[in-house]
T-cell receptor, first 114, second 111 residues
Framework: GAVVSQHPSRVICKSGTSVKIECRSL??????MFWYRQFPKQSLMLMAT?????????EQGVEKDKFLINHASLTLSTLTVTSAHPEDSSFYIC??????????FGPGTRLTVL | DAKTTQPNSMESNEEEPVHLPCNHS???????IHWYRQLPSQGPEYVIH???SNVNNRMASLAIAEDRKSSTLILHRATLRDAAVYYC????????????FGAGTILRVKS
């Protein structure tokens, strides 16, 4: 099956710093990548949809200037959490799809902001 | 977004079949029914999907009601590794193929 990786798997940072999370499709070219956030004991919440070479589409309530998404190639998308604060601590998960078919999810990145 | 309704939790014995129900009474003609599962601290894993006909793969079977207002994910022989949160999701191909996750069903498997 299609494999999606994320890096780093976990990160701890100080409040006010920025953190970049990478999402890669390892054995396929992903036309679309999605970014989700999951708080403890809650379900996944879609943050944004990213198409290669174009601006990401953010869900309502998600600040695009705080969560910067870059999708520079068909195998790589990055999410940068700018000026992170403790309330941004969460499990960030990306997924990738081929031509809008099923999504393949990455293993997630655990972000802890001190 | 069309919504789904699932039981909060279910319990099964190891080696027995499990039937996980999902109601989606507002499903539209272009909605695909997807099932994913998630183990703790991991990303969701694709299980199966279908549109109108029943589907089988190596992981599970998906039984879709004739009116498409409900579906059932069938695990033929539950193992301890099947303990996870199972999400039933409608994917609308007319709306960017977004997946909107609900609360899902926590499946516990007893040995």
């Amino acid at each position: 099956g299609a494999v999606v990786s994320q890096h780093p798997s976990r990160v701890i940072c100080k409040s006010g710093t920025s953190v970049k999370i990478e999402c890669r499709s390892l054995d396929f070219q992903a036309t679309t990548m999605f970014w989700y956030r999951q708080f403890p004991k809650q379900s996944l919440m879609l943050m944004a949809t990213s198409n290669e070479g174009s601006k990401a589409t953010y869900e309502q309530g998600v600040e695009k200037d705080k969560f910067l998404i870059n999708h520079a190639s068909l195998t790589l998308s990055t999410l940068t959490v700018t000026s992170a604060h403790p309330e941004d601590s969460s499990f960030y998960i990306c997924s990738a799809s081929i031509q809008g078919n099923e999504q393949f999810f990455g293993p997630g990145t655990r972000l802890t902001v001190l | 977004d069309a919504k789904t309704t699932q039981p909060n939790s279910m319990e099964s014995n190891e080696e027995e079949p499990v039937h996980l129900p999902c109601n989606h009474s507002t499903i539209s003609g272009t909605d695909y029914i997807h099932w994913y599962r998630q183990l703790p601290s991991q990303g969701p894993e694709y299980v199966i999907h279908g549109l109108t006909s029943n589907v089988n793969n190596r992981m599970a079977s998906l039984a879709i009601a004739e009116d498409r207002k409900s579906s059932t994910l069938i695990l033929h022989r539950a193992t301890l590794r099947d303990a996870a949160v199972y999400y039933c999701i409608l994917r609308d191909v007319d709306y960017g193929n977004k997946l909107v996750f609900g609360a899902g069903t926590i499946l516990r498997v007893k040995s």
